[in-house]
């Protein structure tokens, strides 16, 4: 049974970082989409990021960076300059589908088969 689960959640101060960590069981992230998701209380769960993992690496997006080391089957998500709006729960998902080279990865949830747990990030002073 596939199973994802993220780490490195937790509390930090504005401006502060975080990397958060998601490992596979009983699946390979290389050829498929890979993502982040967050959901704060009371609103509706949000992408961050996606990644086509066979044409990419690492690939940023403003103050987030999604990369995927292949030898540790681990997806990580680099956040800088925290602010209390980054304050959600914390999601990776990855599709079942495998993927080609330069194929776009969807941006809904719904595009995405496999989920962890979550990861809570708390942004406050």
């Known amino acids: 049974q596939v199973q994802l689960v993220e780490s490195g959640g937790g509390s930090v101060q504005p401006g502060g970082s975080l990397r958060l960590s998601c490992v596979a069981n009983?699946?390979?992230?290389?050829?498929?989409?890979v993502a982040w998701f967050r959901q704060a209380p009371g609103k509706e769960r949000e992408e961050i990021m996606v990644?086509?993992?066979?044409e990419f690496v690492n690939s940023m997006k403003g103050r987030f960076t999604i990369s995927h080391d292949k030898t540790k089957n681990t997806v990580y998500l680099q956040m800088n300059n925290l602010n209390s709006e980054d304050t959600a729960m914390y999601y990776c998902?990855?599709?079942?589908?495998?993927?080609?080279?330069?194929?776009?990865?969807?941006?809904?949830?719904?595009?995405?088969?496999?989920w962890g747990q979550g990861t809570q990030v708390t942004v406050s002073s």
């Open positions: 998902a990855a599709s079942s589908r495998q993927i080609m080279f330069r194929e776009p990865c969807a941006s809904t949830a719904d595009a995405y088969d496999y």
């Open positions: 009983e699946y390979t992230f290389a050829g498929h989409c």
């Open positions: 990644m086509n993992s066979v």
